[in-house]
């Protein structure tokens, strides 16, 4: 399994994580959010609607995986975006998606 999904199963079984759209934008606009990710498979507008978001909230936004990929991590069904509202948790995962960026360039 993908360290990426897994740190993100951690994170929500330790209560750190929301998803959903609504969930997501709440979480960055009231402060709570420490990195968000979006399914690449979301659509653009939500896509640049999250970028847009988070650029001016300074959260950190990467698009990442499958919208089954994001759900099954988090034990629901498919999910578009969700965000890690917990520090610890946000800084390695953003880690390790660095690291999966790094690996996906090389791979080109």
Same mark, same amino acid.
Do not use: Q
């Given at each position: &399994?993908?360290?990426?999904? !897994?740190?993100?199963?951690?994170?929500?079984?330790? $209560?750190?994580?929301? !998803?959903?759209?609504?969930?997501?934008?709440?979480?960055?606009?009231?402060?709570?959010?420490?990195?968000?990710?979006?399914?690449?498979?979301?659509? %653009?507008?939500?896509?640049? &609607?999250?970028?847009?978001?988070? !650029?001016?909230? %300074?959260?950190?936004?990467?698009?990442?995986?499958?919208?089954?990929?994001? $759900?099954? !991590? &988090? $034990?629901?069904?498919?999910?578009?975006?969700?965000?890690?509202?917990?520090?610890?948790?946000?800084?390695?995962?953003?880690?390790?998606?660095? %690291?999966?960026?790094?690996?996906?360039?090389?791979?080109?």
């Amino acid at each position: &399994m993908n360290r990426v999904f !897994s740190m993100i199963g951690m994170a929500t079984k330790a $209560g750190k994580t929301v !998803s959903g759209e609504f969930a997501t934008e709440k979480a960055v606009k009231t402060g709570k959010a420490f990195l968000v990710i979006v399914s690449e498979e979301a659509s %653009e507008n939500t896509k640049k &609607m999250f970028r847009n978001m988070c !650029s001016y909230y %300074e959260v950190p936004m990467y698009t990442y995986g499958s919208k089954d990929d994001l $759900g099954h !991590s &988090m $034990g629901k069904e498919f999910r578009a975006s969700l965000a890690i509202t917990e520090e610890g948790f946000a800084k390695s995962i953003e880690k390790r998606l660095i %690291e999966a960026e790094r690996i996906a360039e090389v791979a080109e």
